[in-house]
């Protein structure tokens, strides 16, 4: 069984920073590529910034300059730094992470449990 663990979430001004972590537990044979996603009432889960195993990484227009995603594999954690918070950013993050539990059973996605991020002032 696997878990992800997100943590970090909370009520931040604009301009603000908030750092979100995630940590996958339980029986893990490998992790491959991480990232967060983002969800607004109403509106579809979209990606904000996701990183490969090999340090690779990508994010979204409206979020680059500002997050910066990275991974320390030791400890199967994925964060978010979040930096110059705006409203826009307001939202229920998703750490979610492609893993594979055992030599012969695929890699599966993994979805956690989601952690409110509120940028108001």
């Known amino acids: 069984q696997v878990q992800l663990v997100e943590s970090g979430g909370g009520l931040v001004q604009p301009g603000g920073s908030l750092r979100l972590s995630c940590a996958a537990s339980?029986?893990?044979?490998?992790?491959?590529?991480m990232g967060w996603y983002r969800q607004v009432p109403g509106k579809q889960r979209e990606l904000v910034a996701a990183?490969?195993?090999?340090?690779?990484?990508n994010y979204a227009d409206s979020v680059k300059g500002r997050f910066t995603i990275s991974r320390e594999n030791a400890k199967n954690t994925v964060y978010l730094q979040m930096n110059n918070l705006k409203p826009e950013d307001t939202a229920v993050y998703y750490c979610?992470?492609?893993?594979?539990?055992?030599?012969?059973?695929?890699?599966?996605?993994?979805w956690g449990q989601g952690t409110q991020v509120t940028v108001s002032s």
């Open positions: 979610h992470a492609n893993i594979r539990q055992a030599a012969l059973i695929p890699a599966m996605p993994y």
């Open positions: 339980g029986s893990i044979f490998r992790i491959y590529d």
């Open positions: 990183i490969t195993d090999g340090g690779s990484t």
